[in-house]
């Protein structure tokens, strides 16, 4: 899969990696093609926009790094930024199939794969937690597609539903609840009809089963060879039955992968699944991180950034730690920790690492200091000037007033960094006085 939009990502990047020092052109030119790239691999376009802006933006604030080339920062850009719009918000969360029987109601139009996702998952669901699941076909239209389910639930060892002739849908799905129950299954899935395209008769069978069923997930199932209108079916069948995640089928084809990119931009919803192949293990979980790997097929690049980046953070905090044990903590010094904080999610882990630092990260967590207001902090520390920022003691109120209207704050807010500051300052001067064998000194080898 991706091998398309792989190669052509591949094409432009050899070439930026190639050259010692990039310009801006040099990056604008390359994102222009991942553009293009994108597009081909049939992302939307406001999707393809959204990203090379995001991709552009850090480029172009990005510090080069020591001893990689700036082209391969960018290949690192784009990768982060590929699993960025990947994975949303986070990675999905497991399938919520606690509370036996849990029922999943798999939707998605005929021949996008969903009878054959429904038998994976449901061998998935056995052979690696050891559910006990059950397996029903609510295609009363196409006989062929029950008895497709059935064969399948033989050849992978999982239970079917006995099919009843001259029952509806509705009534299917409370026969597979009775028995799911009765029969001490921890999961039962509804292998819901399929249609052609978006229906509504069949869209109102869906929601009259959901009702019914009340599922915990439902699953839709789409081809991903489809690209931008795997996108819109999704989007379509949120509306009408809402669903909880999505499984991009026909993966292991050469498509052109811009599914699989759109999908959770546009629609918000996680893909929980990818399907393979037509055999019945041939479905994977989704992670971010495996597919935006195989989109730029670049780990080795990926891989020099980040250990070049952290050597760099070594060198970095070495670097703050000798001007520590000297006393010195000027507003660089506080933005480098305060930027440490965000990156380590929390107060307590980096100041509480340093000693004497303990007890201000209590503080400052008591205080309500949390994300929001530590980048208010670094706001207001680059809305000085670098003199202020290396003397904070320059700081008199018309400065003060700059600095707060330059970062969008209130001038209280400034103060509160000052005073926060110049304890922590204090503390570091206390601390370099205790002697040159004191406790910053043991803790800095
Ligand atoms: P349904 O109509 O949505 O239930 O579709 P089916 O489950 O009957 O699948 C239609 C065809 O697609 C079958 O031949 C499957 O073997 C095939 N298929 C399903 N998923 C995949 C996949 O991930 N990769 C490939 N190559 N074929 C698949």
Redesign the pocket.
């Known amino acids: 899969m991706f091998e398309s939009l792989s190669e052509r990502l591949g094409g432009v990047f050899d070439r930026l990696t190639k050259q010692g020092a990039l310009s801006a052109e040099d990056v604008k030119t390359a994102l222009r093609e991942v553009r293009v790239a994108l597009l081909e691999a049939d992302v939307s376009l406001p999707v393809a926009r959204q990203f090379i802006k995001a991709v552009e933006g850090k480029a172009t604030g990005a510090s080069v790094t020591k001893s990689v080339t700036p082209g391969q920062q960018v290949v690192k850009i784009v990768h982060d930024e590929l699993i960025a719009m990947l994975s949303g918000d986070g990675p999905a969360d497991a399938l919520k199939i606690d509370n036996p029987p849990a029922p999943i109601l798999m939707v998605?139009?005929?021949?996008?794969?969903?009878?054959?996702?429904?038998?994976?998952l449901a061998k998935r669901l056995k052979d690696r937690e050891g559910k006990r699941v059950l397996m029903a076909s609510l295609?009363t239209n196409r006989p062929a597609?029950m008895e497709?389910l059935a064969i399948l639930g033989t050849q992978i060892g999982v239970d079917t539903l006995p099919i009843v002739k001259g029952e509806n849908a509705v009534q299917i799905a409370k026969r597979a609840k009775q028995q799911a129950t009765f029969g001490g299954y921890d999961v039962y899935m509804l292998?819901t009809a399929?249609r052609l395209h978006i229906d509504e008769v069949l869209m109102d069978e869906v929601q009259a089963v959901r009702d019914v069923a009340q599922p915990r997930e439902t699953l839709l199932?789409v081809?991903?060879l489809t690209g931008q209108d795997a996108v819109n079916v999704a989007t379509e069948f949120d509306e009408k039955v809402g669903v909880s995640g999505v499984v991009?089928?026909?993966?292991?084809?050469d498509g052109r992968g811009g599914a699989a990119l759109s999908m959770r931009a546009v629609t918000g919803k996680p893909i929980r699944f990818?399907?393979?192949?037509?055999k019945m293990d041939?479905?994977e979980t989704f992670e971010a991180e495996r597919i935006a790997g195989r989109i730029l097929g670049m780990g080795d690049i990926v891989a020099l950034v980040e250990r070049a980046q952290e050597t760099l953070e070594k060198e970095q905090a070495e670097r703050m730690a000798k001007r520590f044990q000297k006393g010195l903590f000027n507003m660089n010094d506080m933005r480098g920790q305060l930027e440490q904080m965000l990156k380590m999610g929390g107060m307590q882990g980096v100041m509480g690492m340093m000693p004497g630092m303990a007890k201000y990260a209590k503080q400052a967590e008591e205080a309500g200091l949390n994300d929001k207001t530590i980048q208010h902090q670094i706001a207001l520390i680059n809305s000085m000037t670098k003199q202020e920022r290396a003397n904070p003691q320059l700081l008199q109120a018309s400065r003060k007033k700059r600095i707060a209207a330059g970062a969008g704050l209130e001038v209280s807010e400034l103060n509160k960094l000052l005073k926060m500051h110049r304890q922590m300052a204090d503390s570091m001067k206390k601390m370099a006085k205790m002697g040159k064998g004191g406790m910053l000194k043991q803790a800095m080898k």
């Open positions: 998605g139009l005929q021949g996008s794969g969903k009878t054959t996702t429904t038998a994976k295609d597609a497709q292998d399929g199932v081809d991903g991009l089928t026909r993966m292991d084809g990818v399907g393979l192949g037509e041939a479905l």
